[in-house]
């Protein structure tokens, strides 16, 4: 299996309980896929640049998560046509675990 982050915007419109249900709903997806959901992080409301879709704010997601590539697509797939997703993106997770730090001074 290979590590995935994906982001997720949502319409804060069109979810009411401000995502709690579609994170749940991702993990079940995750997890039925037989992949491994290993962090759900809510950044909450933020103001766009530009309006998506006529919406000037939307709610914003981050999942990392374990999968085969095949459960990618069936990801993509599913929320491709949500109309509570107004974007999301799904990135091959490549930070280190243990990231090493340079100090001001050290060479």
Same mark, same amino acid.
């Given at each position: 299996m290979k590590k995935y982050e994906a982001v997720f915007i949502l319409d804060i419109r069109k979810t009411d309980d401000?995502? &709690? &249900? %579609?994170? @749940?709903? %991702?993990?079940? /997806?995750v997890k039925n896929l037989g992949g491994v959901l290993g962090e759900s992080t809510p950044m909450g409301r @933020?103001?766009? $640049?530009?309006?998506i879709d006529k919406r000037r704010a939307g709610l914003y997601f981050d999942f990392v998560f374990e999968?085969? $590539?095949?459960?990618?697509k &069936?990801?993509?797939d599913k929320y491709r046509l949500d109309e509570r997703v107004l974007r999301n993106m799904i /990135? &091959? %997770?490549?930070?280190p675990d243990n990231p090493v730090t340079? @100090?001001?001074g050290d060479e």
């Open positions: 401000d995502g &709690a &249900a %579609f994170c @749940k709903e %991702f993990a079940d /997806l @933020k103001q766009f $640049t530009y309006p999968i085969e $590539t095949s459960g990618v &069936a990801i993509k /990135l &091959a %997770f490549d930070r340079a @100090k001001l």
